[in-house]
């Protein structure tokens, strides 16, 4: 109530200020006349009690503010201050230009990397209550993550306790018939609770039943929200339809909504009834699917992957043959789903982080200097009556007046930053990254945007603040004056730098690692000239070739159709692209040898007779697969290099027997040649033991084609497809890739260039800023020193040792900064050991590589001030103060 | 609080309060025209005082300051406060004195 009171009369009294103060002003006029007619009274003259009543009265402007202070606003002043501020910086554009841009690129950059970094690990996948989601999958020696067969996934779900529910999901491909053709099309099979689990409701029809995923049961389908846009027209009656999905019937059941994502799977276009039809899930030592689990309330992921373990190991004893060294492994489906991209993005937002930490010692540093020069303006107005406050608020409303300023430019910046670098990321990496998506400025991202804001404006407002409270401020009325002050300063100014010169090392130090990474990454020998080659990828319908013969007769004629384009030198067929990945592996056994029940790994891979001369493999020992060898004819297989060396160290495999962990009669292969080993996984992946079997013998619907060509890889492909369909109209075939792309857009590849050219640019910035910075200290000093170097020079010093003098300050600042830099650098590449690829954190190369250009360019910059000062004239020196 | 007791016999004006204070006390108390008009002012602020312009006895335009009922009111709450602090500080003194 009175402060209410208290607050209209302010309000009355600021509407009527000229009163106000016409009324003081009075007041005190007349106060001093009767203390002046006292004085005279007391007998002094009239003009020696006047000066008697002004002596007594005091300052009569300090009465006026005192008393102003009683009934303004606080804002009054912070409007004044700003006025001032914005006056201050307009006066002085270069230096307001230069401090707004340098923020606005640190800000702009931590800004646009924290939006990706809040999009995929801080914010939550879009299910209800996502913490609780876990991916369930089973483990082995060779993988901490292994798919789960059918027959354990029952046990699983039946005997565990973990889980309010557990589902499981395997990629799957359709031939779909549309109007322009057959086409192959993405889908996923999932159990019939998988939505219910994640918490997704279908935005059209029902979700699965209970039992829809029995076998038997009648094939339904879920749409996905692109597809029944795309396909459907988005037209609502769709619920009820029927669509032909690789020759079956499937009745559409409903819709997913249009937000609806799944990273792990995101590019299915239909979603149907996991049943367990297939030959693999029908065998329990076949594992094709993935596991999604709901934890109960209060399970933790620990306790979970301990039962599930302990389920694992009692399966294990009851089926020794398929689960021999099967365990469980249960991780938060976040984890699944961003651990691979998280090391990069932390790592980012690290090299933007420093970034921005030197955008602010720069504008601080430029802070400072200003300081410096308004010494005396400061300590007139400090000597005119102005208050410690209110000087202090001056330097904050003018720091917080740059922060501003800075970072409204910083977050266009970074909304465009945004757009650029999403833009960036390839059509498939997107897939895995449905979160990325709309990526905006969000609330989250101003949120830190401003609390980013804050802290800089603190720095800012501080950092002149500190400087004036440790100088004397009668120093600064003094002529010339810049003893201890401007010490001081440049003791601060120069730890300032160092800290720059440091930060801007490790800058380059990881950007220098990260490219070399990168290059030793993409050139990778293969084993095989990658150039050349392109691949494309085709799907046969299963009941339309449900025969071996029926696929074998078609794989024979589409070789040579393929072949008999202009600019082909020679096809093949493989169930899996070299370079894609140590996966479809198999147990092998070797027959004649004692067998400890263990789980042998290998790479199987089904090619056809042409493969290994298509991709130019070299042969060790033996010889190639003859096309006339198919399932009439004795089963043949061709080991790499490294499985011979593995399984039959010191002898020769030629005409050795392998099969399954059973031997069964009908697995019994005899190895007839030994190729040298090339990458069937990744780049960076280790060489696993090989075994190929012959495509004729080991037929598969889906198959991957690979197309050695004379001249440029992409020729080919405007006449392939339709090549491919003069071979069988129903065949389905995807779009063509190269190995070229292949290897430049792999996952590794797109994370380890995005992280080199990021933090490549950083550094460049980082260098840019650090080196001004110097400049400006080293500048400065020079400035500083102008009479010091002229009574020098006026004494008999040579230009020379002028030019040593502030070199060597230089030198020192710089070989700090550098050591500095270097020590933190080995930290700082010891922790993204993850994503160095052949090279060490401690890399001599790279890290005399950065101190060379570091200093160098350091020097150059302190060249300039150091010139300066040589051609400083004695006589001009010594009269300018 | 000294302020406010001045007012309490007739309105007075600034100068007025300042020799009023400066004689009450025998001159030892002197109260400083720098503390006393931005102190008037936060009084008017709260309150506690009303001003008028009205003429002095010589005839001259001067702003006169009147205690008001809050103003009396706040006078009362000060007064006794003071009181008990400075029959406490004589508390301690005197047991001071005695030890």
């Given amino acids: 109530m009175n402060s209410i009171r208290r607050f209209v009369k302010k309000l009355m009294l600021l509407l009527q200020r000229r009163r106000f103060h016409s009324d003081l002003n009075e007041e005190m006029a007349f106060h001093r006349e009767q203390a002046q007619r006292e004085f005279i009274e007391g007998g002094m003259t009239p003009e020696s009690a006047r000066y008697a009543a002004m002596r007594q009265f005091g300052n009569p402007t300090r009465v006026k503010e005192r008393s102003h202070e009683v009934v303004e606003f606080k804002l009054e002043t912070v409007v004044q201050d700003l006025r001032f501020a914005l006056r201050q910086l307009r006066k002085n554009p270069g230096f307001a230009a230069t401090a707004v841009v340098i923020l606005a690129l640190g800000i702009g950059a931590s800004v646009a990397i924290f939006a990706f970094v809040d999009a995929a690990l801080i914010k939550p996948l879009p299910y209800s209550d996502p913490t609780r989601l876990v991916a369930v999958n089973e483990s082995s020696a060779g993988f901490a993550r292994n798919n789960l067969s059918y027959a354990d996934y029952l046990d699983w779900k039946r005997m565990n306790t973990v889980f309010r529910s557990l589902e499981v999901f395997n990629r799957t491909g359709y031939t779909l018939s549309t109007p322009t053709g057959t086409e192959s099309v993405p889908g996923t099979r999932v159990s019939a609770g998988f939505f219910g689990t994640l918490g997704i409701h279908p935005m059209l029809g029902r979700d699965f039943r209970a039992g829809e995923d029995g076998a038997g049961a009648s094939p339904v389908v879920l749409l996905s929200y692109g597809t029944w846009q795309r396909r459907y027209g988005g037209r609502p009656d769709v619920v009820g339809q029927v669509v032909n999905l690789s020759g079956i019937a499937h009745t559409i059941v409903g819709v997913l909504p249009q937000d609806f994502q799944f990273a792990l799977r995101d590019d299915a276009e239909f979603w149907e009834t996991l049943q367990p039809i297939r030959e693999c899930e029908k065998r329990r030592s076949c594992h094709n699917l993935d596991g999604v689990g709901r934890l109960k309330d209060g399970v933790s992921v620990t306790s979970a992957l301990a039962e599930m373990k302990s389920i694992a190991a009692q399966l294990e004893k009851q089926y020794p043959d398929s689960n021999r060294g099967n365990s469980a492994s249960v991780i938060l489906l976040s984890e699944a789903i961003v651990g691979e991209i998280r090391p990069i993005f932390l790592i980012l937002l690290g090299g933007a982080g420093l970034l921005l930490l030197i955008a602010c010692v720069n504008v601080s540093s430029l802070l400072l200097v200003r300081a410096e020069s308004r010494r005396r303006e400061i300590a007139v107005r400090g000597a005119l009556g102005a208050s410690r406050r209110r000087l202090s608020g001056q330097f904050v409303t003018e720091g917080l007046t740059l922060v501003v300023a800075g970072a409204a430019v910083g977050l266009g910046l970074a909304y465009g930053g945004m757009k650029v670098l999403s833009g960036l990321i390839s059509k498939e990496m997107m897939m895995g990254m449905p979160f990325l998506r709309g990526l905006t400025l969000n609330a989250h991202v101003l949120e830190f945007a401003a609390a980013l804001a804050v802290v800089a404006g603190t720095l800012f407002s501080i950092t002149p603040i500190l400087h004036f409270r440790f100088s004397n401020m009668r120093d600064g009325l003094t002529e010339g004056g810049r003893g201890s002050a401007g010490m001081l300063w440049r003791r601060m100014g120069a730890n300032l730098v160092v800290i720059e010169l440091a930060t801007a090392v490790v800058l380059l130090t990881g950007a220098g690692l990260l490219g070399k990474s990168l290059y030793k990454l993409l050139h990778v020998d293969a084993g095989f000239p990658t150039e050349h080659l392109a691949t494309i990828d085709v799907g046969l319908p299963d009941i339309a070739f449900s025969k071996d013969e029926q696929v074998v007769g078609f794989a024979r004629d589409v070789v040579r159709k393929v072949e008999s384009l202009p600019g082909v030198e020679s096809a093949a067929i493989t169930s899996v692209l070299p370079l894609s990945c140590n996966c479809n592996t198999d147990w092998i056994r070797v027959v004649g040898k004692p067998y400890d029940g263990n789980h042998n790994d290998v790479n199987e891979r089904d090619v056809s007779a042409g493969f290994f001369s298509t991709l130019h493999a070299r042969l060790l020992k033996g010889r190639y697969f003859s096309d006339a060898e198919d399932g009439s004819k004795p089963l043949v297989i061709i080991i790499n290099e490294t499985f011979a060396k593995k399984y039959f160290p010191g002898e020769d495999p030629i005409g050795k027997k392998i099969g399954d962990i059973k031997l069964s009669p009908k697995s019994i292969r005899e190895i007839v040649g030994v190729v040298a080993d090339f990458k069937d996984a990744g780049l960076e992946q280790e060489q696993w033991p090989a075994e190929y079997f012959h495509f004729n013998q080991s037929t598969d619907t889906h198959f991957s084609m690979l197309i050695r060509t004379r001249q440029d890889e992409q020729a080919v492909f405007p006449e392939l497809a339709a090549a491919i369909h003069q071979v069988s109209v129903e065949a389905a075939v995807e779009e063509g890739s190269t190995m070229t792309s292949q290897i430049n857009d792999s996952q590794t590849a797109y994370i380890h260039r995005s992280a080199a050219y990021l933090v490549g640019g950083f550094a460049v910035i980082a260098l840019v800023l650090g080196v001004v910075g110097l400049y400006g200290v080293i500048a400065y000093s020079v400035s500083q020193r102008t009479r010091e170097i002229g009574v020098r020079m006026a004494l008999g010093a040579q230009r020379s040792s002028v030019y040593q003098l502030i070199l060597k300050e230089a030198g020192r600042l710089i070989g700090i900064g550098i050591v500095v830099g270097l020590a933190a650098s080995v930290g700082a590449a010891m922790l993204m050991g993850k994503l160095l690829f052949g090279v060490q954190a401690w890399d001599a190369g790279t890290l005399v590589g950065v101190a060379v250009v570091l200093g160098a360019s350091a020097m150059m910059a302190s060249y300039i001030p150091a010139r300066r000062a040589a051609s400083v004239n004695p006589t001009d020196a010594l009269r300018a103060e | ?99």
């Fill in chain 2, 1 to 99: 609080m000294l302020i406010l007791k001045t007012l309490t016999r007739a309105p007075l004006h600034g100068y007025g309060i300042a020799l009023s204070i400066k004689r009450l006390s025998d001159d030892v108390l002197t109260v400083e025209e720098g503390s006393l008009y931005p102190a008037l002012q936060r009084l008017l602020l709260q309150g506690w005082v009303k001003a008028e312009w009205k003429m002095t006895e010589t005839n001259r335009r001067a702003r006169f300051y009147t205690l008001t009922a809050a103003g009396r009111r706040q006078l009362g709450v000060e007064l006794s406060q003071f009181e008990q602090m400075i029959a406490a500080i004589g508390r301690v003194l005197q047991d001071a004195q005695e030890a």
